[in-house]
Nanobody, 130 residues
């Protein structure tokens, strides 16, 4: 089973930027077959969808709250998934998790359903001060 490790979180001021990275263990051939996503969870709140990228990297999906500000990408040769976060807001403060789609070669990019993901990283903290 692939394992995911997030990094890149930190403390930034509102309007600033961060780039999160998710490193996947295992072989590249397996990694490229699955879509990936980012979720986040703030203290006392439920986990919410942030962004997803299809297995072929050609289609992405974003939550309305981050459209135009966040960009998800992947480098398959490095088994890496990234989340570029710009124009950060205090409400973006949360622990960010990357996740792997449970189905390979999904026809459409995976979306906001947590049930579609079967591997999760440990999370990385993002704090945005006002």
């Amino acid at each position: 089973q692939v394992q995911l490790v997030e990094s890149g979180g930190g403390l930034v001021q509102a309007g600033g930027s961060l780039r999160l990275a998710c490193a996947a263990s295992g072989d590249t051939f397996t990694f490229i077959r699955f879509g990936m996503a980012w979720f986040r969870q703030a203290p006392g709140k439920e986990r919410e969808f942030v962004a997803a990228i299809g297995w072929n990297g050609g289609v992405t999906n974003y939550a309305d709250s981050v459209k135009g500000r966040f960009t998800v990408s992947r480098e398959n040769a490095k088994r890496m998934v990234y989340l570029q976060m710009d124009s950060l807001k205090p409400e973006d403060t949360a622990v960010y998790y990357c996740a792997k789609d449970s189905r390979d070669f999904r026809v459409v990019v995976p979306g906001a359903r947590t049930q579609d993901y079967n591997v999760w990283g440990q999370g990385t903290q993002v704090t945005v001060s006002s």
